[in-house]
């Protein structure tokens, strides 16, 4: 899950010809899980609610929301550095899969906290309510349209987040489904936008949610520009 403009084509390894590599592929896999478990258990504690599901929903915001950041934060930074940035990187791919990972954990358990038992009223009214249109057009449908809708892109992320994929589509072809991302993060954006008016976030939640989206989309716009006037 990297979002960085490309130019090079990662080379496959394997496990075989290559110890020292996947040795630090798997001690960067165990960092991430201890950084990505451990902020869920810091933030779910910090949070100061009793309902386990709810803290467990908006731990994992937050942590997956930090990590997507990061994922679309390495490319540019590269790029304003003036480093040729690759078509896939292990420490973005590798940061990328924990995203997923935790943001598909939220979607999981986000449909469990509102409506027990009921998950199909996330995206429908309830059949005891006329409507016109049975699929919500509130906000709270959009809000739960755009989730589903981002974690959908996430497991397409995380099917092409290996060698494999890489190899078996073609770099070209690899880079254009990987470039959903950008919609991914935007529907997340718009995602979370909904549930901080829906459930009235307290505001350091609130600055916490704008500061990681306003960082991350300037990033990206000055990473494009620099890009941009280098290929000039």
Not at 83 to 90: E, L
Not at 182 to 203: D, M, N, S, T
């Amino acid at each position: 899950m990297d979002a960085a403009p490309t130019s090079s084509f990662s080379v496959a390894r394997s496990p075989w010809s290559s110890g020292p590599y996947w040795r630090r592929r798997i001690g960067r896999h165990g960092l991430l899980a201890v950084v990505s478990l451990g902020g869920l258990v810091a933030m779910a504690g910090a949070l100061g609610i009793r309902d386990g599901r709810t803290r467990v929903s908006m731990a994992s915001a937050y942590v997956g929301l930090g990590l997507l950041a990061i994922t679309l934060l390495l490319g540019p930074i590269d790029v304003l550095r003036g480093r040729r940035s690759p078509t896939s990187t292990d420490l973005r791919r590798d940061v990328g899969i924990w995203a997923g990972l935790i943001g598909l954990l939220h979607l999981g358990v986000g449909l469990g906290v509102h409506l027990r038992g009921r998950p199909w009223l996330y995206f429908v009214y309830p059949a005891n309510e006329a409507h016109a249109l049975p699929l919500r057009h509130d906000l709270f449908g959009f809000a739960n349209d755009t989730g589903l809708l981002g974690g959908l892109v996430l497991v397409l992320l995380l099917a092409l987040s290996n060698d494999w994929s890489l190899r078996r589509l073609g770099a070209p072809r690899w880079k254009a489904l990987q470039r959903w991302n950008y919609a991914g993060a935007a529907l997340v954006v718009a995602h979370g936008i909904g549930f901080q008016v829906i459930e009235k976030r307290k505001l350091g939640f609130v600055l916490a949610f704008a500061i990681i989206a306003t960082v991350t989309l300037a990033a990206q716009l000055a990473g494009f520009r620099r890009h941009r006037a280098g290929e000039r």
